[in-house]
């Protein structure tokens, strides 16, 4: 998550760069020893070299290396937040990723070399393995210590507020404190989260007001983070404080209760206070950045495989007056507006009246449409929106703003569809179809935030095989 302040935005690109070429140099480095290695011992075996070689393979085999490693590591997510890592779980996730890298590297790159002995091999490993793990771990760790210590100093400070309810925070102030000034928090101000709070100063902070000003006060004073604290008597107050902070794109912790301890979902920071992250993002970055290239992968083979079908449903819809395609401006990931690309099912009028939605026996529903909508056809041109990036394989549909204000007026909790991408299929549409009314849209939302707060491979393979039976079965409309 890139930081609010346009200073810290800097310093972070300025680190991450950093990161970036400290791996380069680490794997640059154990390829040269590992270069030195095989024309040392392994080909002067094979060929009786006498001397070491540095033939016109080295860069080329230095810089597909570096790439290799730095891909990984940014595959991993170690690129990003830099200034906000964990020094302990980024090692540990290092050394797990790093020994695989090795392992991959080696059954692709090494296992066919000629070696007059398979100690050869152990020692390529050795000195390959070895190197890109000591050194990139003692890079990070060098750099983590750095920056450890520039937060610590708060010459890189997070602006921080607190919201919930005055005696609660009060209670938890010598822990607040203490996490403030262990991870770089500067505490700027509290705010209360019932219009009637007091402007009574809490944790020797001014009171800024009701949390519905959040908006206003995290531009003011360029908040990171919130700290939110509310008894279990409040509750309800939490989802629209939360919605706003989600719209702010900042850090949020809670202070939990007994129920948040009991049920597993708080864990001990690195400074041993127990808060409750609340994440942006449903997947870790390497789910994520997994997902988007099997997405890539699949549609670039769609729209390649089934070029023969969408030239015979093209040429079909075509017989049809009006355009083969059918555009339409949808809301995606963040509520960034994109075109939808689908086959046009309905008549070029169909939404003179303004917009409408459709219903099983809509007669502005084309016949050559009804069959294309009833085996989805209608969808496969999306392809292309994946491949471009408005949306992925599977995920919550995309709405037009007209209706998805609608949604939103009636259930706030709507926006966290945003947080993913759009999908050409997705778990409410398998379970609960095509929504012909704004109640039915928000029924169907049920099932979407149920499969975002669950995102994983095998769910979206189980909504990729539900999506397959219900084609076959030509169960759409």
């Given at each position: 998550m890139s930081p609010r302040s346009p200073l810290l935005r800097k310093i972070q690109r300025r680190y991450t760069l950093t990161y970036v070429l400290a791996d380069a140099l680490a794997a640059g480095i154990a390829y040269t020893w590992l270069y030195d290695y095989r024309k040392s011992v392994?080909?002067?075996a094979r060929f009786g070299l006498t001397e070491l070689e540095w033939d016109s393979f080295y860069p080329i085999g230095l810089g597909?290396?570096?790439l290799l490693w730095i891909g990984t590591m940014a595959m991993l997510g170690l690129y990003q937040s830099v200034l906000r890592k964990s020094r302990l779980t980024e090692?540990?996730?290092?050394?797990?990723?790093?020994?695989?890298f090795v392992i991959s590297y080696f059954l692709l790159f090494l296992l066919d070399?000629?070696?007059k002995s398979y100690q050869n091999y152990w020692g390529e490993i050795q000195r390959f393995g070895g190197g890109i793990l000591v050194l990139s771990i003692a890079f990070r760790l060098v750099l983590g210590t750095h920056l450890r210590w520039k937060i610590t100093q708060k010459k890189i400070h997070f602006p921080t507020l607190l919201i919930g309810e005055r005696a609660l925070l009060e209670q938890h102030r010598t822990k607040l404190e203490s996490h403030a000034a262990a991870s770089g928090e500067v505490l700027a101000g509290w705010m209360a989260a019932l219009g009637s709070g007091t402007e009574t100063p809490c944790c020797n902070l001014p009171h800024l007001g009701p949390a519905r000003d959040v908006a206003i006060w995290?531009?003011?004073?360029?908040?990171e983070d919130v700290v939110v604290a509310l008894p279990p008597t409040e509750h309800q107050q939490l989802t629209p404080i939360l919605l706003e902070l989600e719209q702010l794109k900042v850090r949020i912790f809670m202070i939990p209760d007994t129920y948040g301890i009991l049920s597993g979902m708080v864990g001990l920071d690195e400074h041993g206070v127990p808060l409750m992250e609340w994440h942006?993002?449903?997947?870790?970055?390497?789910?994520r950045n997994s997902k988007r290239a099997v997405d890539l992968t699949i549609s670039?083979?769609?729209l390649l495989v089934l070029a023969p079908v969408l030239a015979v449903v093209a040429v079909a819809v075509r017989r049809t007056p009006g355009p083969v395609f059918f555009t339409q401006e949808r809301l995606g990931r963040g509520g960034k507006r994109f075109q939808i690309v689908k086959f046009r099912t309905m008549r070029v009028d169909a939404e003179a009246q303004g917009p409408q939605l459709s219903s099983e026996d809509d007669p502005r529903i084309t016949p050559v449409g009804r069959v294309l909508r009833k085996y989805r056809l209608d969808e496969l041109p999306q392809f292309w929106n994946v491949l471009v990036g408005d949306m992925s394989i599977v995920g919550p549909r995309p709405e037009r703003a007209h209706f998805a204000e609608q949604i939103l007026a009636r259930a706030p909790q709507y926006r966290h569809v945003y947080k993913v991408r759009p999908g050409i299929t997705s778990w409410g549409m398998v379970r609960f179809g095509y929504a012909s009314t704004v109640d039915e849209m928000i029924r169907r939302m049920e099932f979407d935030l149920l499969y975002i707060e669950n995102m994983s491979w095998r769910n979206d393979l189980k909504v990729l095989v539900y999506t397959v039976?219900?084609?076959l079965k030509g169960r759409g409309k």
């Amino acid at each position: 998550m890139s930081p609010r302040s346009p200073l810290l935005r800097k310093i972070q690109r300025r680190y991450t760069l950093t990161y970036v070429l400290a791996d380069a140099l680490a794997a640059g480095i154990a390829y040269t020893w590992l270069y030195d290695y095989r024309k040392s011992v392994a080909e002067p075996a094979r060929f009786g070299l006498t001397e070491l070689e540095w033939d016109s393979f080295y860069p080329i085999g230095l810089g597909t290396t570096a790439l290799l490693w730095i891909g990984t590591m940014a595959m991993l997510g170690l690129y990003q937040s830099v200034l906000r890592k964990s020094r302990l779980t980024e090692l540990s996730r290092l050394i797990q990723v790093g020994c695989l890298f090795v392992i991959s590297y080696f059954l692709l790159f090494l296992l066919d070399d000629y070696v007059k002995s398979y100690q050869n091999y152990w020692g390529e490993i050795q000195r390959f393995g070895g190197g890109i793990l000591v050194l990139s771990i003692a890079f990070r760790l060098v750099l983590g210590t750095h920056l450890r210590w520039k937060i610590t100093q708060k010459k890189i400070h997070f602006p921080t507020l607190l919201i919930g309810e005055r005696a609660l925070l009060e209670q938890h102030r010598t822990k607040l404190e203490s996490h403030a000034a262990a991870s770089g928090e500067v505490l700027a101000g509290w705010m209360a989260a019932l219009g009637s709070g007091t402007e009574t100063p809490c944790c020797n902070l001014p009171h800024l007001g009701p949390a519905r000003d959040v908006a206003i006060w995290a531009e003011r004073l360029s908040i990171e983070d919130v700290v939110v604290a509310l008894p279990p008597t409040e509750h309800q107050q939490l989802t629209p404080i939360l919605l706003e902070l989600e719209q702010l794109k900042v850090r949020i912790f809670m202070i939990p209760d007994t129920y948040g301890i009991l049920s597993g979902m708080v864990g001990l920071d690195e400074h041993g206070v127990p808060l409750m992250e609340w994440h942006h993002e449903p997947m870790d970055a390497w789910q994520r950045n997994s997902k988007r290239a099997v997405d890539l992968t699949i549609s670039a083979m769609a729209l390649l495989v089934l070029a023969p079908v969408l030239a015979v449903v093209a040429v079909a819809v075509r017989r049809t007056p009006g355009p083969v395609f059918f555009t339409q401006e949808r809301l995606g990931r963040g509520g960034k507006r994109f075109q939808i690309v689908k086959f046009r099912t309905m008549r070029v009028d169909a939404e003179a009246q303004g917009p409408q939605l459709s219903s099983e026996d809509d007669p502005r529903i084309t016949p050559v449409g009804r069959v294309l909508r009833k085996y989805r056809l209608d969808e496969l041109p999306q392809f292309w929106n994946v491949l471009v990036g408005d949306m992925s394989i599977v995920g919550p549909r995309p709405e037009r703003a007209h209706f998805a204000e609608q949604i939103l007026a009636r259930a706030p909790q709507y926006r966290h569809v945003y947080k993913v991408r759009p999908g050409i299929t997705s778990w409410g549409m398998v379970r609960f179809g095509y929504a012909s009314t704004v109640d039915e849209m928000i029924r169907r939302m049920e099932f979407d935030l149920l499969y975002i707060e669950n995102m994983s491979w095998r769910n979206d393979l189980k909504v990729l095989v539900y999506t397959v039976w219900t084609v076959l079965k030509g169960r759409g409309k």
